[in-house]
């Protein structure tokens, strides 16, 4: 069962074994930057848990994902969560913001596990880019690398497309599955999905707008 032991992770002699989701939450027009959110699930006697999550800011179009989610598991890890493994809700965020899920893995030696819901419309994405941003080409290049490594990931809960960065895909597959505790959204990004929508439309309902990091 899910609970609380009141220390925080810090105080723990080894970190705490953590999955981690990151997805974005909304944005207005005039927003510069909108947020992210990490939702770190840690196992707890045998069972998976929410345990905490870290906010950081998304340029809106801009081109900061993969430094800011790098920058989240860094904190994450620096607080005492032991990241094992990092799962986003596709790798494009706040628009156009195309993450590097290569880099990520790379930069922090864990598996990176993309998870798309539905299939990518290529040619509704290229054209969208090619009229607005001069850097198209780089943001396409991104986005159809990982597109490239989607398969069909089936799971008990639902199917869901995949694709994997520093591990093999099967083993991505088996922990994406392990993920769907309730529905076929895996907790980790249901999680991150929720309090980033949550937090910024909180943001909206007040005039508040966020504030940019870096």
């Not at 991150?192 to 007040?206: D, F, R, V, Y």
Request: charged share 20%.
């Amino acid at each position: 069962m899910c609970s609380s032991s009141g220390r925080s992770p810090a105080s723990r002699s080894r970190p705490r074994r953590c999955v981690a989701g990151f997805d974005d939450g909304r944005f207005s027009k005039s927003w510069r930057c909108t947020l992210g959110v990490l939702s770190l699930h840690c196992r707890v006697g045998g069972e998976l848990c929410p345990c905490g999550a870290i906010v950081t800011s998304l340029a809106v179009d801009g081109m900061d994902s993969t430094e800011r989610i790098a920058w989240a598991v860094e904190r994450a890890r620096g607080l005492g969560y032991g990241v094992e493994a990092l799962l986003l809700d596709t790798n494009v965020f706040a628009g156009f913001n195309v993450a590097d899920p290569e880099a990520i893995a790379s930069r922090l030696a864990i598996p990176v596990l993309v998870v798309y819901w539905y299939p990518p419309r290529r040619e509704a994405v290229e054209r969208a880019l090619r009229l607005h941003f001069p850097d198209w080409r780089e943001r396409l290049r991104l986005l159809e690398e990982a597109w490239s490594r989607l398969r069909q990931a089936p799971c008990p809960r639902g199917s869901l497309l995949l694709a994997v960065y520093g591990a093999e895909w099967s083993w991505g597959h088996r922990l994406l599955c392990s993920l769907q505790l309730y529905t076929r959204a895996p907790e980790p990004l249901y999680a991150a999905h929720i309090l980033a929508s949550e937090l910024t439309a909180s943001l909206l309902q007040g005039s508040h707008v966020p504030e940019c990091i870096g």
